[in-house]
């Protein structure tokens, strides 16, 4: 038996209920609705790397220092994902090529943004 069965992910939106709204009309997430509108959405698999960290502080809770991270959708072809979000009139800011993977962003109804990006390094998706 696994130690940890899961990872749940707290996504900060000034408009959470367009943002919601976004992961389940537009990114075709599955949900369950905890109360009140309040979706939890079920995620693709996910992998995490850890990385050095700045100056900035990250977020804290209960008094605590809690790690920052960074939201990256994964997807296999960068400019097919980009093409089926510009149908939904979504846009992604310019692809960059970095060592690790093309990437872009999304800009969420909150006006927050996530990156998106095709790995060109190997992922631990399928283990």
Same mark, same amino acid.
């Given at each position: 038996?696994?130690?940890?069965?899961?990872?749940?992910?707290?996504?900060?939106? #000034?408009? /959470?209920?367009?943002?919601?709204?976004?992961?389940?009309?537009?990114?075709?997430?599955?949900?369950?609705?905890?109360?009140?509108?309040?979706?939890?959405?079920?995620? /693709?698999?996910?992998?995490?790397?850890?990385?050095?960290?700045?100056?900035?502080?990250? /977020?804290?809770?209960?008094?605590?220092?809690?790690?920052?991270?960074?939201?990256?959708?994964?997807?296999?072809?960068?400019?097919?994902?980009?093409?089926?979000?510009?149908?939904?009139?979504?846009?992604?800011?310019?692809?960059?090529?970095?060592?690790?993977?093309?990437?872009?962003?999304?800009?969420?109804?909150?006006?927050?943004?996530?990156?998106?990006?095709? /790995?060109?390094?190997?992922?631990?998706? #399928?283990?």
């Amino acid at each position: 038996m696994a130690l940890v069965n899961g990872v749940h992910v707290l996504i900060y939106t #000034s408009n /959470p209920e367009a943002d919601r709204m976004f992961f389940r009309d537009v990114l075709g997430f599955q949900f369950v609705d905890v109360g009140g509108g309040w979706l939890i959405f079920a995620l /693709p698999p996910a992998e995490a790397a850890f990385h050095p960290v700045g100056d900035t502080e990250g /977020p804290r809770h209960a008094g605590h220092q809690l790690l920052g991270s960074a939201v990256y959708l994964m997807c296999d072809d960068l400019r097919a994902t980009i093409a089926s979000l510009a149908s939904r009139n979504i846009r992604c800011t310019d692809v960059e090529e970095e060592r690790w993977g093309i990437k872009t962003t999304i800009r969420l109804p909150s006006g927050g943004e996530i990156g998106l990006y095709q /790995p060109t390094h190997e992922t631990a998706l #399928s283990l």
